[in-house]
């Protein structure tokens, strides 16, 4: 097998014996990239010679036997809202199209000193507002199974990126469902942890209240190794939580006999597509198959999820797009002759007309007059979201789920109808709401060929029995393996 199409934990083996160099690992990446990127589209930038210069220093590790943790040498990609210092990051928007961070990301400190190798700078919608990464103010990413298709969004490049093998893994953020959802319709596994077990320091913020940075990979194991890669408290991040991190991996094994499993009556939504039904259907008889216990819940508040998250995410989101004004942070708007006209014209031209709708929707919701009657109402309706789980929590240790209505659709089919695609998150948002941890795993497959996720979700910082339950369907399952017809 060639090396790009492996997992992070089969290449961090090979390292490790001195198998393979991880230049040789990068330079196979990279190559895979210039084979097939030209057909995916889920790269903004790659950078060559800064890959290449931290797989030499990985080498250099490895070979001295020094502080090697099993990221050391391993190829990832980045979604392009992570800031990297000295590295573009645009968030896919043209008002950051010249701004280069003078400081890494947490996470991304975090790998560089594990030694990782960074491929570059993933696809997404602008400012991480969309479904499908058709929002991206500079290419559309063609989902690897099927090129006439969306790869899901907003972290799109991301799992587009894993299932085309243009890297070993990648990190993305998860604020409505775009680590789970994009996972789900390219075939990949997708988490989105606890909100508070990953700092957001460095990260460009949509809704603060919900953002969560999460890894898209190949299989489980690989999302417990770089999880643990990326967890824990960072006191640059207020909401970050001071937690022990456990060794995901190892915990890995445990069974899944007689646990319980809830099913959410609400989530089998009108206009589901038959074929999801029946993938789900499936999964659960896995699952029963290994011993576990199904459980009938009720999350009553389900249905006003959506309105709900479309007041806090547009309202937070308001408030955080208000720096770029022009005067700090990327483009400013040229031949203006007053400060109220740069402001102006700097932010009609540099955002898009999806941010746009969502800056002008928050900023509604939050002025005086309308604040108790939207925001604040959104508030405690969110309150009442995250008590459906507690109280679903006190009577099963994890609920599975569907992960979106459908599987990938096509360009522009939800694009005319901004409602429509907002509906589609029905299935993810409720976790962000909560802010519990939540996967996607590969679990079934359409009649044309299309990937079809499985979603669990777990209590506040159950990540590793959320990892444990996804890795006994993984391998109890073959979803996993089959990979996109990229090579034919
Ligand atoms: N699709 C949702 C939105 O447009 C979620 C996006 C996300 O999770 N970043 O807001």
Redesign the pocket.
């Known amino acids: 097998m060639e090396l790009y199409a492996r997992t992070i934990a089969e290449v961090s083996d090979l390292l490790r014996r001195q198998e393979v160099s991880a230049v040789e690992v990068t330079r196979d990446v990279l190559r895979r990239i210039a084979a097939v990127d030209g057909r995916v589209g889920a790269y903004l930038l790659v950078d060559e010679a800064g890959a290449l210069e931290q797989a030499a220093a990985a080498d250099r590790r490895l070979a001295a036997g020094e502080a090697v943790t099993p990221l050391t040498g391993i190829p990832l990609g980045l979604k392009d809202l992570l800031s990297t210092r000295g590295v573009a990051t645009t968030c896919a928007s043209k008002i950051l199209a010249d701004y280069v961070p003078a400081y890494d990301a947490t996470v991304v400190a975090r790998l560089r000193q594990a030694g990782a190798v960074f491929t570059g700078k993933l696809n997404m919608?602008e400012f991480?507002?969309?479904?499908s990464t058709e929002n991206s103010a500079y290419q559309p990413t063609r989902n690897p199974w099927d090129p006439e298709r969306v790869p899901g969004?907003?972290?799109g490049g991301s799992a587009a990126a894993v299932a085309a093998d243009e890297c070993l893994a990648a990190l993305g953020?998860?604020?409505?469902?775009?680590?789970r959802?994009p996972a789900s319709f390219c075939g990949v596994v997708g988490l989105k942890p606890t909100y508070g077990r990953v700092s957001r320091y460095g990260l460009v913020a949509?809704?603060s209240s919900?953002?969560q940075i999460g890894p898209l990979t190949k299989t489980v194991t690989d999302s417990a190794l770089l999880l643990g890669g990326i967890a824990g408290h960072d006191p640059r991040d207020s909401t970050s939580v001071p937690r022990e991190v456990p060794d995901f991996r190892e915990q890995l094994a445990a069974e899944i006999k007689g646990r319980r499993l809830g099913i959410p009556r609400e989530y089998f939504v009108a206009g589901m597509d038959p074929e999801v039904r029946a993938a789900f259907d499936q999964a659960v008889a896995v699952f029963t198959g290994l011993g576990a216990e199904i459980v009938d819940l009720s999350l009553p508040h389900t249905e006003y999820a959506v309105a709900t998250?479309?007041l806090v995410?547009t309202a937070e989101a308001s408030s955080n797009l208000a720096r770029y004004d022009g005067v700090k942070y990327g483009r400013r708007a040229a031949g203006v002759d007053n400060l109220l006209e740069m402001y102006y014209r700097t932010r009609a031209e540099g955002f898009g007309p999806?941010v746009k709708r969502?800056i002008m929707l928050g900023t509604y919701a939050l002025s005086a007059g309308y604040y108790d009657a939207y925001y604040r109402k959104a508030q405690q309706v969110r309150t009442l979201i995250r008590q459906d789980f507690e109280q679903a929590f006190s009577r099963c240790d994890l609920i599975v789920a569907p992960v979106c209505p459908t599987p990938a659709f096509r360009f522009g089919e939800k694009l005319a109808d901004p409602l429509q695609?907002?509906l589609?998150?029905v299935l993810?948002?409720p976790v962000?709401l909560a802010g519990l941890p939540a996967i996607s795993v590969p679990g079934g497959c359409s009649r044309a060929g299309l990937p079809i996720g499985l979603q669990l979700i777990a209590a506040p910082f159950a990540e590793a029995s959320l990892l444990q339950a996804a890795y006994q369907f993984e391998q109890a399952t073959d979803w996993h393996r089959r990979r996109p017809p990229l090579d034919v």
């Open positions: 919608d991480a507002m969309g479904s969004g907003s972290s953020s998860d604020t409505g469902g775009s680590i959802q949509f809704a919900l953002d998250y479309y995410a999806e969502r695609m907002y589609s998150d993810t948002i962000n």
